[in-house]
């Protein structure tokens, strides 16, 4: 049976990043009972960077707020909100808040589904 929830993520503790910025996990099973499924929203300060991957799961990062850059297969490209990017399993990138900016990141990770 589908189980609806409201969750305020302002009242989520924040925990800081190694390397710089905060998370706060948003859908876990602790909090929601999401067993395949793990939400994350990433604050990254001016000049910050976060690594996501390699990990042998899917990665959905979606741009909230702010502006940066992500560097993947050694290209970086610019990103503003509304830029997103899915990362298969083994694929990774690093996002980075511009100078002087701010970024909001919602990070969805979910499992490879065995065939």
Known sequence: MPQTLFIDTTNLP????????????FLNEALTGARNVV???R?????????AGPSDR??????M??????TLEGKTHA????????????????IQAAPG??????????PRIPR
């Open 58 to 63: 899917h990665q959905l990062l979606y741009l």
């Open 101 to 110: 900016a701010t970024l909001k990141i919602f990070h969805l990770v979910v």
């Open 14 to 25: 924040r925990q800081k990043m190694t390397g710089g910025g905060e998370m706060t996990e």
């Open 79 to 94: 990103v503003t909100p509304g830029m997103g990017l899915y990362l298969g399993p083994s694929e990774s990138a690093t």
């Open 65 to 70: 707020e702010g502006s940066g850059s992500i």
């Open 39 to 41: 939400g994350t929203l």
């Open 43 to 51: 604050w990254l300060g001016a000049g910050e960077r976060f690594a």
